[in-house]
């Protein structure tokens, strides 16, 4: 929804003209039709024919009464293609003040001297018809179907201004319309980023032009309605950009800011999410190519009842797969995935097993009795501080556990496992990020040992809404009317959803799994430019009421340890290629020295499982600063 070039908006600009040009010779020629059409027939039940200069002066001035309302009463501002029946009414009006103009004019030419006063009221249907139903065909043919022409505003709803292209706009108005009996708001203006429609109008409702008109249109609508008007975001990728500018005028003007999202399940109305303030639109799910990996499969999740594990399930659920192994050592997060499928996917069959990564021989009774065909280890500890005061753990469940994982999928025949990583593995300042460095190398060090089973690696940023990350942390605080904390003033993260998160992970396996040469494979998503964290705060508390720039909204921390202000994908040394897969990149570059990793990765797997903490996070610092030969000094 971005503004589009100065000389693209001129050409639109034209276009527009001459349509509207063209709609206005169409009524005028229809009011003209209407008029001749209905004196003839006042005059077909008598013997004589109207008189000639009768039919001509009356064609002629009810077409100049035409052309003097119908510009007033902006007929030809309409989109046709967006017609509905809520036209009507303007419609109606411009007849009737068009025939108040006509009589008087006409009475003055000839007195009204062998005009039969009657027409009128043969002429005023004939023009409703003719102007209406070539609006609601063209409508019927170019978008919205017969049903979608014929919708009727509900005038109860509350009022509030749509904000989006002129095909979302009319999808927004139409979906919410078929779902409720009628649009669940009281629409008073469109407002389409791009101004190229401004005086058109979407179902009868004006456009009134770009962003820049919002302001003035929301305060004219708060001097006359009791209740702050809502500023509704239609359309189901918006602009990034676009949403800051909402957020931006919403705090000037109290207006409340929303989503429609009429196509979901949800209410019509529903918050700006912070997924909606990426600085990218989030990658669209297509599961189509993960399907021969599921479909038909024995499917063992790790970390099942997790955020990404839980995700991966639903997905990997709605792939028809043969069963799906739902392993967590968590027991209530397990009992709330559990549930869960028992409620909506009880077609199909799973098994909750709760059992610890780190325990290697329960893996392998569960890698026995379950033989899944593909497994996705989602398992890990991945908050940072936790993990820079539990050394140890941190390294026995990223490291081990990946180790216990890769062991048994290759041991007992998997055909492929899927490592999830992060961009904190990338130059790791922290132990998180260190021993997720650690399941990396491991991971693809293993992936030659077993040919059969092939074994690739997902990279990607923080996932929004995850347990422990920063937004729901935000959103807590502000709820509970605390300062926000941030860390560094300057600090940017990656961002994603949850659905790209579990999206890019299937991509990968299934990638993976049915191409040889990508056995090991490292994959990264483009997410875009990284976001600030402060401006994510700010908008947060716009977004909840609240004044960011008010005393004690924002509170800097600094830098817990371990943490850094900014976040890679890849290594200097790393490069990134375009995958088969819009969005995904696989990641190339040079290896580092077999040995050294082996040996690293023995001392890391030592020390974590003797329970040497310290020696553990030793080991990890010199395993996470080698580098390929060919860049050492």
């Known amino acids: 929804m971005s503004k589009p070039p100065s000389r693209a908006r001129g050409a639109t600009s034209i276009r527009s003209q001459m349509s509207m040009v063209a709609v206005a010779l169409f009524d005028l020629t229809a009011g003209a039709v209407a008029m001749w059409a209905a004196v003839l027939l006042r005059y077909r039940f008598e013997p004589s024919a109207p008189p000639d200069d009768i039919l001509l002066q009356s064609v002629a001035v009810f077409a100049l009464a035409c052309a003097i309302i119908f510009p007033i009463e902006g007929l030809h501002r309409g989109l046709w293609r967006y017609t509905a029946l809520n036209d009507a ?94 649009v669940p708001f009281r629409t008073k203006g469109l407002i389409e980023p791009g101004a190229s429609l401004t005086g058109h109008a979407i179902r009868g409702i004006p456009v009134l032009g770009g962003l820049e008109a919002l302001p003035a249109a929301l305060k004219r609508l708060s001097e006359v309605e009791k209740d702050a008007p809502r500023v509704v975001l239609a359309g189901a990728h918006p602009d990034a950009e676009t949403v800051n500018q909402l957020i931006r005028i919403a705090s000037r003007t109290g207006a409340k800011l929303s989503r429609a999202r009429p196509t979901d399940g949800r209410d019509a109305f529903s918050p700006v999410e912070a997924a909606d303030l990426l600085n990218r639109p989030p990658r669209a799910p297509n599961l189509s190519p993960a399907r021969p990996l599921i479909e038909g499969r024995r499917v063992l999740i790790t970390g099942a009842g997790g955020t ?238 609240r004044d960011p720039d008010a005393p004690g909204a924002i509170r800097v921390v600094g830098l817990r340890p371990g943490e850094k202000r900014h976040e890679n994908l890849v290594y200097d040394f790393e490069s990134t290629i375009e995958t088969s897969i819009d969005g995904v990149w696989a990641v190339t570059g040079p290896d580092l020295d077999p040995a050294a990793v082996s040996a690293g990765l023995d001392a890391v797997v030592s020390a974590a499982g003797s329970g040497d903490g310290a020696g553990a996070s030793a080991a990890l610092e010199m395993l996470c600063k080698l580098r390929p030969s060919t860049l050492e000094d």
């Open 308 to 545: 990404i594990g839980s995700q991966l399930s639903r997905l990997a659920a709605t792939l028809g797969p043969e069963k799906l192994i739902l392993f967590d050592a968590s027991e209530a997060n397990l009992y709330e995935i559990d549930l869960e499928f028992a409620k909506r996917y009880s077609g199909i069959a799973w098994r909750a097993v709760l059992g610890d990564v780190r325990d290697r021989d329960r893996l392998d009774q569960v890698f026995r009795e379950e033989r899944p065909d593909v497994v996705l280890h989602a398992a890990a500890l991945k908050h940072v501080p936790m993990s820079e005061r539990n050394p140890g753990e941190a390294a026995r469940t990223n490291i081990i556990g990946t180790v216990n994982t890769i062991e048994m999928s290759q041991q007992h025949g998997a055909s492929v496992v899927a490592l999830i990583s992060t961009d904190k593995a990338v130059n790791p300042g922290n132990v998180m990020g260190a021993t997720k460095r650690a399941a990396e190398l491991y991971a693809r060090a293993a992936a030659p040992r077993s040919p059969a089973t092939r074994v690739c690696v997902v990279r990607f940023g923080n996932v929004l809404g995850s347990t422990g990350s920063v937004v729901p942390l935000f959103e807590r605080q502000i709820e509970a009317g605390e300062p926000v904390t941030v860390t560094d003033a300057e600090a940017t993260r990656y961002f994603m959803t949850v659905e790209e998160a579990s999206g890019l992970v299937l991509d990968a396996a299934a990638q993976t799994a049915a191409d040889p040469a990508l056995n090991g494979a490292l994959y990264v998503l483009d997410m875009g430019r990284p976001v600030s964290i402060m401006r994510l705060a700010r908008q947060l508390l716009r977004l909840r009421g």
């Open 89 to 182: 009414a303007r419609i109606v009006r411009a007849i009737v003040l068009a025939n108040l103009v006509f009589l008087p004019i006409l009475f003055l030419i000839n007195r009204l001297d062998g005009f039969p006063r009657t027409s009128i009221l043969l002429e005023m249907p004939i023009l409703l018809f003719i102007l209406l139903a070539a609006r609601l065909s063209v409508a019927a043919l170019r978008t919205q179907g017969l049903r979608g022409a014929l919708q009727i505003e509900d005038r109860s709803k509350p009022t509030a201004i749509l904000v989006g292209s002129a095909l979302e706009l009319d999808d927004a108005l139409r979906e919410l319309g078929r779902r409720n009996g009628s």
